[in-house]
């Protein structure tokens, strides 16, 4: 298969190729994040898996800043790529490289200060501040290695071999998932033990698919070039900081709102907990769906197949009802045996109850944010980030005042209930723009 699928084949085969493989890379990423929280919920104690999830929505922060700015460097790589301009493409992509190294050690710094700090202003309950404390000062130190990672995931899924981070990260989260049980079972490390078992396995990853990636770019008819261009950071910079901001939406909503959570009670975030990290892999199909139509849109537009955008954006969005039908009949069905497996059989009442009134209520919504990613995904494509900037912020918006109005007052329940209208807000308004067609004209290199 050649390098230029995405602008050859048709627009469905052409997204599910693109598409499968970072459905199930995304998977696995997740599933070590979610062994995490499993690892300790049922070896270490209730507590534990609440010092983790009371991490999660800072930590997956860092994540989303992460994947968000390699997809939004990724896009003028993909025009680069569909117009076969591969010198200045390889400029594009040495310019990535160097930028989000220096994003990544200064944010690994500032999060290794200031972590403890965050943890209490967002009210974490005090028997299990330490344990989040720790676990973030070990996570910080592996920052650098998350971003190398992502932001090379990024420059292979923007030259269409999306089957080669896939590789990697099976093999990331298997080592990881193995070491998780390691550590904490046999080393007696606790919540340390999960935090050191990421690091280790995402440095090894990220060191590997480097190297592969290095191997694949002198394949391309690149030439020399330099390793830093201003003009192109501030290109990939207008994309980025939205594709960051959309990519960042849910965990920066539920970082906001987590101090209203933490006033439940540790059993209640423990629930919670259990309930965003399922919700983060129901998300994972719909997000892939979205980041593959970005690089399909700018493929094509480099390509000057305007046409063929139009015919993809619809296919996604089929793609996303057939995901969202699966995920709600699985949610409905398996709620509380999924609850109880990160819990365990000793669970608390007030936690198992908090998840599966989670779980029950979201299943009927991820259509939602499958149609938001989509057209969030063509125009992020496009280079269109103005409206797409101001859709997702008016989600984060309304999410984070509603959930705190609402729930000191209504219950927990008030926290999710909000997302799905959030979700919709967003859709609506990029919806809109879509229509005017206008982002046709913000393509231009």
């Given at each position: 298969m050649g390098n230029d699928y995405l602008i050859q084949k048709k627009p469905l085969n052409a997204l599910l190729i693109f598409a499968l493989p970072m459905m199930i890379g995304n998977l696995f990423q997740q599933t070590y994040t979610?062994?995490?929280?499993?690892?300790?919920?049922?070896?270490?104690?209730?507590?534990?898996?609440?010092?983790?999830?009371?991490?999660?929505?800072?930590?997956?922060?860092?994540?989303?800043?992460?994947?968000?700015?390699?997809?939004?460097?990724?896009?003028?790589?993909?025009?680069?790529?569909?117009?076969?301009?591969?010198?200045?493409?390889?400029?594009?992509?040495?310019?990535?490289?160097?930028?989000?190294?220096?994003?990544?050690?200064?944010?690994?710094?500032?999060?290794?200060?200031?972590?403890?700090?965050?943890?209490?202003?967002?009210?974490?309950?005090?028997?299990?501040?330490?344990?989040?404390?720790?676990?973030?000062?070990?996570?910080?130190?592996?920052?650098?290695?998350?971003?190398?990672?992502?932001?090379?995931?990024?420059?292979?899924?923007?030259?269409?071999?999306?089957?080669?981070?896939?590789?990697?990260?099976?093999?990331?989260?298997?080592?990881?998932?193995?070491?998780?049980?390691?550590?904490?079972?046999?080393?007696?490390?606790?919540?340390?033990?999960?935090?050191?078992?990421?690091?280790?396995?995402?440095?090894?990853?990220?060191?590997?698919?480097?190297?592969?990636?290095?191997?694949?770019?002198?394949?391309?008819?690149?030439?020399?070039?330099?390793?830093?261009?201003?003009?192109?950071?501030?290109?990939?910079?207008?994309?980025?900081?939205?594709?960051?901001?959309?990519?960042?939406?849910?965990?920066?909503?539920?970082m906001l709102v987590q101090s209203v959570v933490n006033s439940f009670g540790p059993q209640a975030l423990a629930g919670f907990s259990a309930g965003i990290r399922v919700e983060s892999i129901c998300i994972v199909p719909m997000s892939a769906i979205g980041n593959s139509l970005s690089s399909y849109t700018a493929q094509n537009m480099g390509a000057r197949k305007n046409h063929r955008v139009i015919t993809g954006y619809h296919v996604a969005n089929r793609m996303v009802l057939v995901c969202a039908a699966v995920i709600c009949l699985v949610l409905e069905l398996f709620h509380d045996a999924i609850i109880t497996?990160?819990?365990?059989?000793?669970?608390?009442?007030?936690?198992?109850?908090?998840?599966?009134?989670?779980?029950?209520?979201?299943?009927?919504?991820?259509?939602?944010?499958?149609?938001?990613?989509?057209?969030?995904g063509l125009l992020r494509g496009a280079g269109d980030m103005k409206m797409f900037t101001v859709a997702n912020l008016a989600n984060l918006l309304f999410r984070v005042t509603a959930s705190m109005a609402l729930a000191p007052v209504f219950g927990l329940r008030m926290v999710w209930v909000t997302v799905p209208v959030g979700w919709l807000i967003n859709w609506a308004i990029s919806y809109a723009r879509y229509r005017t067609g206008k982002w046709q004209q913000t393509a231009s290199l």
């Open positions: 979610m062994a995490d929280s499993c690892v300790v919920g049922r070896l270490v104690g209730e507590d534990a898996l609440a010092a983790v999830g009371a991490s999660y929505a800072l930590t997956n922060i860092f994540i989303c800043i992460a994947v968000g700015g390699g997809v939004g460097a990724s896009v003028i790589v993909s025009r680069y790529f569909g117009a076969k301009e591969y010198a200045r493409m390889k400029l594009a992509v040495c310019t990535a490289f160097l930028s989000f190294l220096a994003v990544s050690v200064c944010l690994a710094v500032f999060g290794s200060l200031l972590g403890r700090q965050i943890m209490q202003a967002l009210n974490t309950p005090g028997d299990v501040l330490d344990m989040a404390a720790e676990y973030l000062a070990i996570y910080f130190l592996g920052l650098p290695f998350l971003f190398m990672y992502n932001v090379v995931s990024s420059m292979f899924n923007a030259l269409g071999k999306s089957r080669i981070p896939l590789c990697f990260l099976i093999f990331s989260s298997l080592f990881n998932i193995g070491l998780d049980f390691i550590l904490v079972k046999y080393f007696q490390m606790g919540v340390a033990g999960v935090a050191w078992a990421t690091l280790i396995a995402q440095g090894i990853s990220a060191a590997l698919s480097f190297l592969v990636f290095l191997y694949v770019l002198r394949n391309l008819d690149c030439g020399k070039t330099a390793l830093f261009d201003r003009k192109e950071l501030s290109d990939m910079t207008k994309i980025a900081l939205p594709s960051i901001l959309q990519q960042s939406i849910i965990s920066i909503g539920m497996f990160f819990l365990g059989e000793d669970g608390t009442d007030v936690a198992l109850a908090t998840g599966n009134d989670y779980l029950i209520f979201m299943g009927w919504f991820f259509c939602l944010i499958g149609f938001k990613m989509a057209v969030d």
